[in-house]
């Protein structure tokens, strides 16, 4: 015989009824529903939140090596010592793109600081953003130059979000958003009409 629609059963176990609960003693789940006799679980919106212990000081609280946070504004430094420059036989300037020819640093989008770990033999120049007191005076000592890049890294200007209106001292006497003070909108005309 053909399969036809009607013929089409799901498969067995795969559809189970919800247990009615609280519909008599004869199921085993009537009167307290399985829920026992009083108690937290016994009310309705039952249950504690994640991490809670009874009214004891959690876990997460009771422990102190987790402090403070994380700064995604952290300035990403290609730090490289005087040693690691010293084994770079290298022609001419050091700058940040020859250190990455070489595969000394990540990438050029990073700013490069020079830090005084090891010691120099011979002299050389180096480009670099930041350079340590102490790498400074061994580059000099050695009788090598040295040159103090700008930066124009995404992070110089990366800050973490403020208010929308930065408050001075005038703007803290005018009591500006708070009450009985001008409103942010105001204020903010007020300082666009000063500076034309």
Same mark, same amino acid.
């Given at each position: 015989?053909?399969?036809?629609?009607?013929?089409?059963?799901? &498969?067995?176990?795969? =559809?189970?009824? =919800?247990?009615?609960?609280?519909?008599?003693?004869?199921?085993?789940?009537?009167?307290?529903?399985?829920r026992?006799?009083?108690?937290?679980?016994?009310?309705?919106?039952?249950?504690?939140?994640r991490?809670?212990?009874?009214?004891?000081?959690?876990?997460?609280?009771?422990?102190?090596?987790?402090?403070?946070?994380? &700064?995604?504004? =952290?300035?990403?430094?290609?730090?490289? &010592?005087?040693?690691?420059?010293n084994?770079?036989?290298?022609?001419?300037?050091?700058?940040?793109?020859?250190?990455?020819?070489?595969?000394?640093?990540r990438?050029i989008?990073?700013?490069?600081?020079?830090?005084? &770990?090891?010691e120099?033999?011979?002299?050389i120049?180096?480009? @670099?953003?930041?350079?340590?007191?102490?790498?400074?005076?061994?580059?000099?000592? @050695?009788?090598?130059?040295?040159?103090?890049?700008?930066?124009?890294?995404?992070?110089?200007?990366?800050?973490?979000?403020s208010?929308?209106?930065?408050?001075?001292?005038?703007?803290?006497?005018?009591?500006?958003?708070?009450?009985?003070g001008?409103?942010?909108?105001?204020?903010?005309?007020?300082?666009?009409?000063?500076?034309?």
């Amino acid at each position: 015989m053909p399969l036809t629609l009607e013929d089409l059963r799901p &498969n067995p176990g795969a =559809k189970q009824e =919800k247990t009615r609960v609280g519909r008599g003693h004869g199921s085993g789940k009537g009167k307290t529903a399985g829920r026992g006799t009083k108690g937290q679980g016994a009310r309705s919106h039952s249950g504690v939140g994640r991490g809670f212990e009874g009214g004891q000081l959690p876990i997460h609280q009771r422990l102190p090596y987790k402090r403070g946070f994380t &700064n995604i504004h =952290k300035t990403q430094w290609e730090v490289v &010592n005087l040693s690691r420059l010293n084994e770079l036989e290298i022609d001419g300037p050091i700058t940040p793109e020859t250190l990455f020819e070489r595969g000394v640093t990540r990438g050029i989008e990073f700013p490069v600081k020079i830090l005084a &770990n090891g010691e120099l033999s011979r002299p050389i120049e180096v480009h @670099a953003h930041a350079f340590s007191a102490a790498a400074k005076e061994q580059i000099e000592a @050695a009788g090598g130059t040295l040159q103090t890049l700008e930066r124009t890294d995404q992070w110089l200007t990366a800050r973490p979000r403020s208010r929308r209106l930065p408050l001075d001292r005038e703007m803290k006497q005018a009591r500006v958003g708070k009450v009985g003070g001008v409103s942010r909108k105001e204020a903010l005309a007020s300082r666009g009409a000063q500076g034309a």
